[in-house]
């Protein structure tokens, strides 16, 4: 299994309404993509800003080209991103799961 990790930060008062739009795009499209097995979303909330590490687990590289495209290393990003987010990360991790106890 495959772990692709992105980070980004929005603002901390938007984070509930970037959540909102975050799952019904990014969440909703990954789940639909045949060899996704999972995301997680995860976050800390400060008082101005909240950090967001998005962690979707996937069965092959094949399976993650089929949502992120040819470069798997480039982040995918969807059109109202810019309104919440502080800076678009370029790039991804993608780290082999070396045990999962779930």
């Known amino acids: 299994m495959i772990a692709r990790i992105w980070h980004g930060r ?5 984070f509930d309404e970037y959540m ?14 045949p060899g996704n097995q999972r ?3 995860l976050c800390e909330r400060g008082e ?9 687990l996937w069965d092959s590289l094949e399976s993650i080209r ?15 991103d810019t309104e919440f987010l502080h800076e678009l990360e370029p790039n991804v991790r ?5 045990a999962d106890a779930t």
């Open 48 to 56: 101005k800003s909240a950090d967001i590490v998005f962690i979707s």
């Open 20 to 33: 909102d739009y975050m799952t019904r795009t990014g969440v909703r499209d990954l789940r639909a993509t």
């Open 10 to 14: 929005t603002d901390a008062d938007r």
């Open 94 to 98: 993608h780290l082999d799961v070396a």
């Open 66 to 80: 089929a949502f992120a495209g040819d470069d798997i290393t480039k982040a995918r990003y969807y059109p109202r």
């Open 39 to 41: 995301v997680l979303v």
